[in-house]
């Protein structure tokens, strides 16, 4: 109701309790339009449901709506019948009472359809039982048989029911669905015989020729067409648009199958029902005595085989009536009529009987099957009770006054027990009751059923007595013992103007819900229900085993007559009563908007008239006799405690206090409201609305704030949650650091340590504690060495090693070098290469033997001192093809008086070439060279030794030359006399001519001084140099 409340203005009011005029019929059916008109087809009367059939498929029913509606509170959520469906559950899960949903409502308002959906949320919502879970499907797949044989098409349904259902469903201690049970009531069974035009029979004859495989109607020798059948003509309207049997009939198959019907089963069950079909095409002929003779041999034929019986028997059955007279059997013939008759009662009989057995079969499948464990002991059951409406047709008979007389004590007890629970809700709370008017159909129920005095007493006095009692006698008698009643009467009872409307066989009782003319024919015989003894007979001996245990034969020997059908459905009406009693009850009431089945037509008379009769209008005076708006302490509180500051964001007392907080400062007047026990409640909407609509305002600006606070309070948590990572973050990281630092400081002492204990212990053999050390050392000593390698030849730097090293170190060393004097040579170029040639050949032969010998090594050996330009072109003339290596220019002493003379040097392939200007002085082949003398001081002399057989040779040649090194060593080597170079100490002896030889002296002195000796000899004085 509470979101009833926001949406009021939109779409009247989901609680009619809350509607202002609630004493006005015209205001309640004008918020059922407005709903209507908006496809909202639920209301609420408090607790009751009232529902009007839309006439179309509004999507309500799907698995979100039965989600939306479970476990919520029945005020909190739009009505719907899932809210019921949901209360009755949790109250029977919570309380564990056995609650019964009492659905009602004319026909074609939508009971049954209420019922499935029911079904469906309790299969699809509760748990599904530990084992035996295919109960729900039974209970699921009960239905479109059931609605197969007791389902018919009539003027104002087309799935009409034509038996009443109470069902009940067990569920065990968990909520789980674990059984079930149906009591079905009154089958209007005329209908197998007979439909008003535009009606149908029941379903299953039309889906067995419509569905049926060609082979099975074979062998119930049936045609796949409804004309053919009598039965199935009466209303002339075998197809209905509205219907597809074919499907249906799948439907039925499969749900059949699922209700434990074995093929045998099945099979019996379609043969009856194909036997009714072939009865209802029995023909008689009157013989000469107008005694009845069947004349569809054919029929008899099937039927004989279809029910299992002599042909013979059933011949006789139908056309004979077996009387008991003084202990004798007498077979008294029967006319046309009684035949037809006595064939329309088997028909009927058969039908009924076998429905019955239907619904007994159908209880067997659906009982639980755990009917002895100990949990099938706390089972709490649910009822669903759907109904036949009220009826009131233009011709009214004993079906109607039966299904009358059922809504009557329906009514009543509906009644009982909601004014029951309203003033047990009042007492409980402590609040004074007050009387409510309404109409107590109690005296219809008496009119009725009461002992002796009631109709249903006088029928079955009628139909006991004997004599010729008829309809008309029963009316009669009637007319004699219910004079004066206040809702009864008769043609003889009316007053003049009342008279005209009554025919003379018809009785009126003027129900709760208003007048209904019955014509009292067929009273009797319906009541009497009787079929004739060889006709049960007959059926006794069927082979057919549905027909056998729906015949039984304790039925004949049985002398007391049974019950007439009235007092059957009266004593089972009584027991549903008490069966409903005994449970905690809930309702919902259906309204059928037209008559012609169509969506959206809301026919306002219609309406009223079945408000008025479901006495919707007395249920909701009762309901607001008081008050019109009740609730719980807690849930008002909750709801409305934002308009009071006090009650402001939460109160701390009692619910109770807090409420009375609240009203007080709502202002509201003493007579608006009382605080009960439990709950508050309110007088009148109005006051309702005005808080109502004073939470809507508050609403706005509490959203504002809650919005404000929201945010305020959503960043803060974020900044805080982010605050909180930083800091995560940032510890995380300073102890990585830490850690990582601590680790090198471990490590840095470790290797400190290590290499202190490697450094004590160097001296010692390799062992593990000096290993690391020595490692060390020899790493940074061959790291180093890479640095400070000797950059060429001359370079003799080398890094000491280490005495583990030392042997590498040498190696090493060598390695480098090598390696640099092998570098060095692939660098050097061929006339460098012949300069160090001519050196090393220098050094060999003056290295540590002459003085000025150190001083020559730095200066470069030069390929030739004069060039060709300076020697004169007659020497080069005269020498011919002999090339000159080198030349140079030099001082000749001449042997005799020693004195210089200016010459030049030539050095050719094959001679020695003295030259004095253009002159070939002397010329001394290699062959003749026999020696070189030279002194091992500093001067620059020598002596080139000839050949002395050598006549043309003059001597020996004393020369000097300022290169003195570089010339000896290019003439040595062009004379291949290396070996033959003499350094001499102190003096030369050499040739001086044929027969004469000369002496040059050498000392050494402080300048360089030569000169001819006294002795002749040449004297040279040579400086001291000190280089060796
Ligand atoms: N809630 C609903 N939504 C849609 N259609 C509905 C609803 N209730 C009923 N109907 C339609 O109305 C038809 C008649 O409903 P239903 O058979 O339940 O009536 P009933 O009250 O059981 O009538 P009867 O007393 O004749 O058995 C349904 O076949 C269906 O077409
Ligand atoms: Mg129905």
Redo the contacts with the bound molecule.
């Keep these: 109701m509470e979101s009833a409340l926001t949406a009021r203005d939109r779409v009247g009011v989901q609680d009619f309790v809350l509607l202002e005029n609630f004493t006005s019929e015209a205001a309640f059916i004008e918020n059922l339009r407005r709903r209507f008109r908006e496809n909202l087809?639920y209301t609420y009367i408090g607790p009751v449901l009232v529902s009007v059939?839309?006439?179309?498929?509004?999507q309500i029913y799907s698995r979100q709506h039965m989600e939306r509606y479970r476990g919520v509170s029945f005020y909190e959520v739009p009505p719907h019948l899932f809210a019921v469906a949901d209360t009755v559950y949790r109250a029977l899960r919570t309380e564990r009472r056995d609650q019964a949903v009492m659905i009602s409502?004319e026909?074609?308002?939508?009971?049954?359809?209420a019922t499935k959906r029911l079904l469906q949320f309790y299969a699809e919502t509760c748990p599904a039982p530990e084992r035996g879970g295919a109960v729900r499907d039974r209970l699921l797949q009960s239905n479109p048989v059931l609605e197969a044989f007791g389902n018919a098409k009539?003027l104002?349904?087309?799935?009409?029911?034509r038996f009443g259902k109470y069902m009940d469903v067990q569920f065990d201690f968990k909520g789980a669905p674990v059984g079930g049970h149906i009591l079905s009531y009154l089958l209007e069974k005329s209908r197998v015989v007979h439909q008003n035009h535009g009606e149908r029979n029941f379903h299953i004859f039309y889906q067995l020729l419509e569905g049926g495989e060609e082979e099975m109607l074979r062998r119930l020798g049936l045609e796949r067409n409804p004309q053919s059948y009598l039965y199935l003509v009466k209303g002339q309207c075998a197809k209905v648009s509205s219907i597809n049997d074919k499907n249906d009939w799948k439907v039925v198959r499969k749900a059949l199958t699922v209700i434990d019907f074995t093929e045998d089963e099945v099979e019996d069950l379609l043969s009856i029902v194909a036997s009714v079909l072939h009865l209802g095409n029995i023909h008689f002929a009157a013989d000469e005595e107008s005694n009845a003779q069947v004349t569809t041999e054919n029929q008899l034929k099937y039927l004989t085989r279809l029910l299992g019986v002599e042909g013979s028997t059933l011949r006789e059955a139908l056309t004979h009536r077996k009387i008991i007279a003084k202990g004798e059997e007498l077979l008294s013939p029967l006319n046309l009529e009684q035949a037809a008759y006595a064939r329309d009662a088997l028909a009927k009989a058969v039908y009924s009987r076998t429905f019955t057995w239907l619904v007994e079969k159908i209880n067997r499948s659906l009982a639980s099957k755990d009917a002895d464990s100990p949990s099938w002991r706390s089972t709490t059951v649910l009822g669903l009770l759907?109904i036949?409406?009220f009826e009131v047709f233009q011709h009214n008979s004993f079906e109607q006054f039966c299904i009358n007389y059922c809504n009557e004590k329906l009514q009543q007890l509906f009644i009982e027990l909601t004014l029951k629970s309203e003033q047990e809700e009042y007492e409980a709370e402590g609040i004074a009751w007050e009387p409510v008017q309404y109409f107590n159909n109690k005296i219809i129920c008496d009119l009725v059923e009461e002992k002796f005095k009631g109709i249903i007493s006088i029928l079955d006095e009628e139909c006991l007595r004997p004599g010729e009692a008829t309809d008309l006698t029963f009316l009669e008698k009637l007319e004699d013992t219910i004079k004066h009643h206040p809702h009864l009467l008769t043609h003889k009872l009316a007053d003049q103007r009342t008279r005209k409307s009554l025919g003379r066989g018809e009785f009126r009782l003027l129900h709760y819900a208003g007048e209904v003319t019955y014509s009292v024919t067929g009273f009797l015989d319906k009541n009497n229900d009787l079929l004739f003894r060889n006709l049960k007979e007959t059926m006794c001996s069927s082979e057919n085993p549905i027909m056998s245990q729906c015949f039984d034969r304790s039925e004949l020997s049985d002398k007391k007559r049974p019950e007439t059908v009235a007092t059957q459905f009266k004593m089972s009406l009584l027991q549903l009563v008490e069966i409903l009693k005994s449970k905690e009850p809930a309702y919902v009431r259906?309204i059928k908007p037209n008559d012609a089945k169509q969506p959206g037509r809301f026919d306002e008379v219609l309406i009223r008239h079945q408000v008025k009769y479901l006495g919707l209008m007395e249920n909701l005076r009762v309901r607001r006799a008081g008050f019109a708006y009740r609730r719980k302490y807690e849930v008002f509180l909750q709801r409305y405690k934002s308009l009071c500051p006090e009650t402001w964001p939460s109160w701390a007392g009692r619910p109770q206090d807090g409420v009375a907080v609240l009203v007080r400062h709502l202002g509201y007047k003493p007579e608006e409201y009382k605080m009960g026990r439990t709950k508050i409640f309110i007088r009148f909407p109005k006051t309702l609305f005005a808080t109502e609509d004073a939470l809507e305002v508050r609403r706005q600006s509490l959203a504002t704030k809650i919005q404000a606070a929201w945010r305020g309070y959503h960043w803060r948590q974020k900044f805080l949650r982010v605050k909180q990572s930083a800091i995560c973050i940032q510890s995380w990281w300073r102890g990585t650091l830490g850690r990582r630092k601590a680790a090198k400081r471990k490590w840095a002492a470790q290797t400190i340590r290590r290499f202190i204990r490697g450094f004590i212990l160097r001296h010692a053999p390799r062992c593990p504690e000096n290993a690391f050390f020595l490692d060390h050392v020899r790493t940074s000593f061959l790291l180093n060495l890479r640095r400070q390698l000797p950059r060429n030849v001359l370079d003799t730097s080398w890094p000491t090693p280490p005495p583990a090293l030392r042997e590498a170190s040498e190696l090493l060393r060598e390695l480098c070098m090598k390696n640099m004097v092998w570098k060095y040579c692939r660098g050097i170029s061929p006339e460098w290469k012949q300069q160090l040639q001519q050196k090393a050949v220098a050094s060999e032969i003056f290295k540590g033997k002459k003085d000025n010998y150190p001083q020559s090594v730095p200066r470069l050996f030069i390929s030739t001192r004069l060039g060709t330009d300076e020697i004169s072109p007659k020497v080069l003339q005269a020498l011919g093809s002999e090339p000159i290596q080198y030349a140079v220019p030099v001082v000749k002493y001449d042997r005799k008086g020693y004195k210089p003379r200016s010459r030049q040097l030539l050095l050719t392939p094959n001679a020695v070439v003295i030259v004095e200007d253009a002159k070939v002085k002397q010329r001394i082949d290699y062959a003749n060279l026999t020696g070189i003398s030279v002194s091992s001081l500093s001067d620059s002399l020598f002596v080139l030794h000839v050949q002395r057989e050598d006549n043309k040779q003059k001597g020996d040649v004393v020369l000097q030359s300022d290169h003195v090194i570089e010339t000896l060593t290019k003439v040595a080597l062009s004379a291949d006399r290396v070996n033959n170079i003499n350094i001499n100490q102190g003096s030369i002896t050499f040739a001086g001519g044929p027969g004469r030889d000369g002496t040059i002296d050498f000392t050494p002195g402080s300048e360089l001084l030569i000169t001819k000796a006294k002795n002749g000899h040449l004297a040279v004085v040579a400086p001291r140099l000190n280089s060796r």
């Design positions: 087809i059939n839309p006439y179309r498929d509004l409502g026909s074609g308002a939508g009971k049954t359809e009539t104002r349904n087309d799935n009409s029911s759907d036949y409406g259906c």
